[in-house]
């Protein structure tokens, strides 16, 4: 029997919506979870992968009782869709952003509550940067820190807030501003009522530290390697109801734990000794190409923070 052979000849707006509507299938991990993406029936979907096939001449993927698979070819096909999918989406930001009056999109993530921290500014830097850059679309995200690095590293996002935790050769920093977190139990721990006098740092070591599985500086490293560590939780938020059931005891920003602290909820412990500075910063990566819409953002940060001048930490 003849093997078939694919034969694509010019690639047109037909195709690469079939191709987009293909990479959300496969992204999504079927035809029904991609409804709601895609906003389409499921019929309408079906109907865009059978023509992408017979457009290609290669059967994709395989859908029935046993579920959503991709063929050997399938794959091969996603791939390189997304190569190139991702390759028209940056040829667009590019040209789109070469000109004084810059439109296309701006990826911009924010690590674990820095989008509401009022430290941050977040809502004047947007404010002039949409004054500046008005036909620009703003898409903001909340992504775990690592994440973000790797999505700038590769060009899926433009510009991140995170904590300082490393220095990256392909990233550049802006400083913000200087955190610093404090050692907090919740009230049904036992170490809520004791004197400050007898909270000795072997008492304390004995209590079970949730942390967020990453040492943002060597001073950090070194207070968490000599402590009892037994939980890991990345956000804040369920960081801080481990420690409210009275198991475990966390490090954390003294504004985010600050909320908490004046319901009496969290308590500081050794606050004279138990902390370490972590610093916010922005960064992005170092880039040749010209991206108008970047820049602005960056002029924006610039202005909000103008006024200050402490140090970064690291």
Same mark, same amino acid.
């Given at each position: 029997?003849a093997?078939?052979?694919a034969a ?18 496969v992204?999504c ?6 409804e709601?993406?895609l906003?389409i029936?499921r019929p +309408?979907? #079906?109907? *865009? ?10 059967n /994709? ?10 063929t ?7 791939e ?5 999918l991702?390759s ?9 952003n ?10 911009v ?5 820095l989008?509401l921290d009022?430290?941050c500014?977040?809502a ?16 903001t995200y909340?992504?775990h820190?690592s994440?973000i690095?790797r999505k700038?590293?590769?060009?899926e ?15 550049s920093?802006?400083?913000?501003f +200087?955190? #610093?977190? *404090?050692l907090?139990c ?7 009522? /004791?004197?400050e006098?007898t909270l000795?740092?072997e008492l304390?070591?004995r209590y079970?530290?949730?942390h967020?599985?990453?040492?943002p ?9 000599r ?6 939780s990345y956000?804040y938020e369920?960081r801080?109801?481990m420690?409210?059931s009275?198991q475990?005891i ?6 985010v ?12 412990l ?7 500075p972590?610093?916010?910063a922005?960064?992005?990566?170092k880039?040749i190409?010209?991206n108008?819409?970047k820049e602005l ?6 202005h909000?923070f ?6 970064a930490?690291?």
């Amino acid at each position: 029997m003849a093997t078939k052979q694919a034969a694509l000849g010019q690639i047109s707006d037909y195709e690469i919506k079939h191709l987009r509507v293909f990479k959300a299938v496969v992204d999504c991990g079927g035809f029904s979870a991609a409804e709601t993406t895609l906003n389409i029936s499921r019929p +309408t979907i #079906s109907i *865009h992968i059978a023509n992408l096939e017979s457009r290609l001449n290669l059967n /994709l993927c395989k859908r029935g009782r046993s579920g959503f698979a991709l063929t050997d070819e399938g794959t091969i096909v996603y791939e390189q869709a997304c190569m190139l999918l991702e390759s028209l989406e940056g040829f667009r930001n590019i040209i789109n952003n070469i000109s004084s009056n810059p439109t296309g999109q701006l990826k911009v993530a924010f690590s674990d509550g820095l989008s509401l921290d009022p430290r941050c500014r977040v809502a004047q830097i947007i404010k002039l940067f949409c004054n500046q850059a008005p036909d620009v679309e703003l898409s903001t995200y909340v992504e775990h820190m690592s994440d973000i690095e790797r999505k700038i590293l590769n060009d899926e996002l433009d510009i991140g807030f995170i904590p300082y935790h490393r220095k990256h050769a392909c990233l550049s920093y802006s400083h913000l501003f +200087t955190d #610093s977190h *404090h050692l907090y139990c919740g009230k049904e721990s036992p170490l809520y009522d /004791l004197p400050e006098e007898t909270l000795t740092d072997e008492l304390i070591n004995r209590y079970r530290l949730v942390h967020a599985g990453l040492y943002p500086s060597e001073e950090a490293h070194q207070k968490l390697s000599r402590m009892n560590l037994k939980g890991t939780s990345y956000y804040y938020e369920t960081r801080i109801a481990m420690v409210l059931s009275g198991q475990y005891i966390c490090f954390l920003p003294k504004e985010v734990a600050k909320p908490y602290v004046d319901h009496g909820e969290l308590k500081a412990l050794a606050v004279d000794r138990q902390f370490y500075p972590v610093g916010v910063a922005v960064i992005g990566k170092k880039a040749i190409s010209h991206n108008r819409a970047k820049e602005l953002f960056y002029e924006a940060i610039e202005h909000v923070f103008s006024d200050v001048t402490d140090a970064a930490p690291y």
